[in-house]
């Protein structure tokens, strides 16, 4: 590894609460990743805060808590932020309630509405007074037209992410969101405004969540992108987790490296 040094046991020794990435770390797909269950009890023996992390743009904060239930770890909506359960509340501190064209799913429309947004039909997209986009499988070029027509017109650009690709079964991909979001910021003029991660709203919520300081505070994530990049401009310690072992000169550099979750108990 190129860059800063692994952090030692004596600097985590000051850490009292962890981020804790859920793709890929936490799980993946329909398994618990090996040793994140014993993890998360290591943390809560220790007394140390965990909130979980998801960039996701479809599923509610519910339903990812009934996920970790059903994996048999305790979880509470407030201990997992995502861009779904916060972008609502994201908009309206900036605009006040809004009227909304929303590009994505049924939930980040009922997302939009419960924080008190009008979400309006694609054909009235001439009344927008901002865009909101997540990931949508059933994008057209007549959703891309309604929302270029809004922003050159006026509305402002909030994404739920940037995440470029999603790994699927068989170590494939399909789009995330930054292909939709491109394509909307080239027709319509105006680069969007970033909910999710590596951007720092997301982390600050999470932090206040659990009223600590940045510097008492690692994240655990395995996407350099997002989880270390976001992580280290919030101020906070970062550890990878690469289970396919430590990238030759990974940049950002974390502060630690793990191959196995096993292996991180051994630097609590």
């Known amino acids: ?95 006040g309630p809004a009227r909304v064209l929303v590009v994505g799913t049924a939930e980040l429309g009922e997302a939009m509405r419960a924080a008190g947004h009008t979400v309006l039909s694609h054909a009235a997209y001439r009344e927008a007074e901002a865009v909101v986009l997540g990931r949508d499988e059933a994008f057209t070029f007549r959703t891309l037209t309604a929302a270029a027509r809004a922003l050159a017109a006026g509305a402002r650009f909030y994404t739920c992410n940037l995440d470029v690709r999603l790994p699927v079964e068989g170590g494939d991909f399909i789009p995330g969101v930054a292909p939709l979001a491109e394509a909307m910021a080239v027709a319509g003029g105006v680069r969007p405004i970033v909910v999710g991660k590596p951007e720092p709203h997301l982390f600050h919520v999470a932090l206040a969540r659990m009223a600590l300081p940045a510097a008492a505070v690692a994240i655990l994530g395995d996407s350099l992108a997002t989880d270390i990049a976001g992580g280290a401009r919030a101020g906070l310690v970062t550890i990878l987790f690469a289970p396919a072992g430590p990238p030759a000169a990974p940049a950002p550099a974390p502060d630690l490296i793990v191959t196995s979750l096993a292996s991180l108990l051994g630097h609590l």
Not at 40 to 49: D, I, K, M, N, T
């Open 1 to 95: 590894m190129t860059g800063a040094p692994p952090v030692g046991p004596k600097r985590l020794d000051g850490i009292r609460g962890f981020l804790l990435d859920l793709d890929g770390c936490i799980w993946r797909g329909e398994e618990l990743v090996p040793g994140a269950r014993e993890v998360l009890e290591a943390l809560a023996a220790r007394g140390l805060r965990r909130v979980f992390l998801s960039n996701n743009s479809t599923e509610p904060v519910g339903s990812i808590v009934a996920r970790l239930r059903a994996f048999g770890i305790p979880a509470a909506a407030e201990d997992v932020v995502s861009p779904l359960g916060i972008i609502g509340a994201f908009v309206r501190d900036r605009q």
